[in-house]
């Protein structure tokens, strides 16, 4: 099954620690990227790749990095979180970015608490 | 995002009601996509549309995009539970490449009472 899979679905950490939020695809895209969803700002985009080794930031790129070693694989790394990063996260693949004809296809989601 | 409006941003119907959701830009669209997403999950794509004019259906939920392409509405036949949801617009402007990305509306939250 075509898919976009996160991990883990649900994460409660504490501040400061570092964690990693994996996403892998098995579409064969190029590009992904990750979203933060927060109650009325909608869905922010953090940061995006273009292609292996080819990463760049979106609009709210604080806080995180990505790394794209692999084409299927882009994980989002938080190496000190802070509550503010408290938010629902989303991985998306596409063949574009312009998302041709089927768009972005999502990940489940990764709901992240910090305290 | 500013570039993309949704209205309503929450919706309450009786189940067996019609109901429609729009997206308006303020330029003219490339493409627009149409999204729901069940509370605290992955948005799911429902339809793509690109042509001025164009009407796509999908089981009970219709989306078009209106001739000058910058305003698409979603609309739902006969709601049902199953339709309750967030539903979200995303756009783009223009096509070199790959060079632009998807911009997202803000979303709109169906509710359908039983």
């Known amino acids: 099954e075509a898919q976009v899979t996160q991990n883990p679905r649900y994460l409660i950490t504490v501040t400061g620690k570092k964690l990693t939020v994996t996403c892998s695809q098995n579409?064969?895209?190029?590009?992904m990227s990750w979203y933060r969803q927060d109650p009325g700002l909608g869905l922010r985009q953090i940061y995006y790749?273009?292609?292996?080794?080819?990463?760049d930031k979106g609009d709210v790129p604080e806080g995180y990095k990505v790394s794209r070693k692999e084409k299927r694989n882009f994980p989002l790394i938080l190496e000190s979180p802070s509550p503010n990063q408290t938010s629902l996260y989303f991985c998306?693949?596409?063949?574009?970015?312009?998302?041709?004809?089927?768009?972005?296809?999502f990940g489940s989601g990764t709901r992240l608490t910090v305290v | 995002s500013q570039e993309l409006e949704q209205s309503p941003q929450s919706l309450i119907v009786q189940e067996g009601k019609n109901l429609t959701i729009n997206c308006t830009s303020s330029?003219?669209?490339?493409?627009l996509y149409w999204y729901k997403q069940k509370y605290g999950e992955g948005l799911i794509f429902l339809m793509m549309l690109q042509k001025g004019g164009e009407e796509k259906s999908h089981e009970k939920i219709t989306a078009k995009l209106d001739e000058k392409k910058q305003q698409s509405s979603l609309h739902i036949t006969a709601s049902q539970p199953s339709h309750a949801g967030i539903y979200l617009c995303?756009?783009?402007?223009?096509?070199?490449?790959?060079?632009?990305?998807?911009?997202f509306g803000s979303g709109t939250q169906l509710t359908v009472l039983p």
């Open positions: 998306a693949s596409s063949l574009s970015r312009a998302g041709g004809n089927y768009g972005y296809t």
């Open positions: 995303g756009a783009h402007w223009s096509y070199s490449g790959s060079a632009r990305q998807l911009t």
């Open positions: 790749s273009m292609n292996v080794e080819v990463t």
């Open positions: 579409m064969n895209h190029e590009y």
């Open positions: 330029k003219t669209l490339y493409g």
